[in-house]
């Protein structure tokens, strides 16, 4: 199991941007893919973005595309999600995701951090 342990989430008002970081503490970190999930309130867990490895492969979902970006710094086993015009349907808590085999948007045997509150006043 790596341990993944994010930060960055807040109280922002609609419009706002916010990164959120995970680090973690594996020593394998350019092995993992990587990836952001949020769940709101009395709402499944949904996937936000994933990226591979090397950080090429990017991928968003829909409602999150063109506003969100991910991307990671290997040298210091941090993931980032960069949050651009945040709505209040954004308000979740988000979690970062870790995993060797990713298949479409499901993390096998996946490692989760406890995840950062996200809220989103309108």
């Known amino acids: 199991q790596v341990q993944l342990v994010e930060s960055g989430g807040g109280l922002v008002q609609a419009g706002d941007s916010l990164t959120l970081s995970c680090v973690s503490s594996?020593?394998?970190?350019?092995?993992?893919?990587m990836g952001w999930f949020r769940q709101a309130p009395g709402k499944e867990r949904e996937f936000v973005a994933k990226?591979?490895?090397?950080?090429?492969?990017?991928e968003y979902a829909d409602s999150v595309k063109g506003r969100f970006t991910i991307s990671r710094d290997n040298a210091k086993n941090t993931v980032y999600l960069q949050m651009h015009g945040l709505t209040p349907e954004g308000t979740a808590v988000y979690f970062c995701?870790?995993?060797?085999?990713?298949?479409?948007?499901?993390?096998?045997?996946?490692?989760w951090g406890r995840g950062t509150q996200v809220t989103v006043s309108s």
């Open positions: 995701v870790a995993a060797t085999t990713v298949v479409g948007r499901r993390f096998r045997s996946a490692s």
């Open positions: 594996t020593q394998l970190f350019s092995s993992y893919a």
């Open positions: 990226i591979g490895m090397s950080g090429s492969s990017k």
